[in-house]
């Protein structure tokens, strides 16, 4: 079974609004947790790294301002798309790891989540 | 540049038939190489994951290599089933602070098995 959970799977939005998309980690504690964007035939490109208890983390051309990331417990980030556009328009998918820092942890996935702005 | 680059970009293949994946890198230091299968939709699944020390690594059908002299990495599957259609990602980790390292993703190839 998913031992990352993200939902929704699938949400509509108008232009101009927000959404937030939930991940959770079940049946583990994840201090980090990362959150990546994929266009239909690309690869997953990371947004961010979110930190439990402090500020996430931005890769270089990510708006923080636009993309807000709470990790507010061990087992729980979000992704808030604030003024959300056609363009933010994508699938949107986060993981955690579980083990200790060092080598060969695994990372999970969640099921990802398809956002559509209209 | 660390950089994750591999081939082909798309396979077809008939039921039952094997099929080997290729995934060059040059991600620098090295910690661990990752393969995942990722359903149309879906988020991805792990399937096998190599240190440095490790040549071969097998999860059911699914074989994985790593030569880290050359810094090449092979998925072979096996007796190809449908469900095997999906996109294979190679991603490797580079070492780094915190518990994962910064991950640097392969663009995936595609499999399509047809019956």
Known sequence: ???????????????????????????????????????????????ATSNEGSKATYEQGV????????????????????????????????SASSGLRGRGNTIYFGEGSWLTVV | KNQVEQSPQSLIILEGKNCTLQCNYTVSPFSNLRWYKQDTGRGPVSLTIMTFSENTKSNG???????????????????????????????????????????????????????
């Open chain 1, 63 to 94: 708006e923080k301002d636009k993309f807000l990331i709470n990790h507010a417990s061990l087992t729980l980030s979000t992704l808030t798309v604030t003024s959300a556009h056609p363009e933010d328009s994508s699938f949107y998918i986060c």
């Open chain 2, 61 to 115: 059908r699914y074989t994985a290599t790593l030569d880290a002299d050359t810094k090449q990495s092979s998925l072979h599957i096996t007796a190809s089933q449908l469900s095997d259609s999906a996109s294979y990602i190679c991603v490797v980790s580079a070492r780094g602070s915190g518990n994962t390292g910064k991950l640097i993703f392969g663009q995936g190839t595609t499999l399509q098995v047809k019956p």
């Open chain 1, 1 to 47: 079974g998913a031992v990352v959970s993200q939902h929704p799977s699938r949400v509509i939005c108008k232009s101009g609004t927000s959404v937030k998309i939930e991940c959770r980690s079940l049946d583990f504690q994840a201090t980090t947790m990362f959150w990546y964007r994929q266009f239909p035939k690309q690869s997953l490109m990371l947004m």
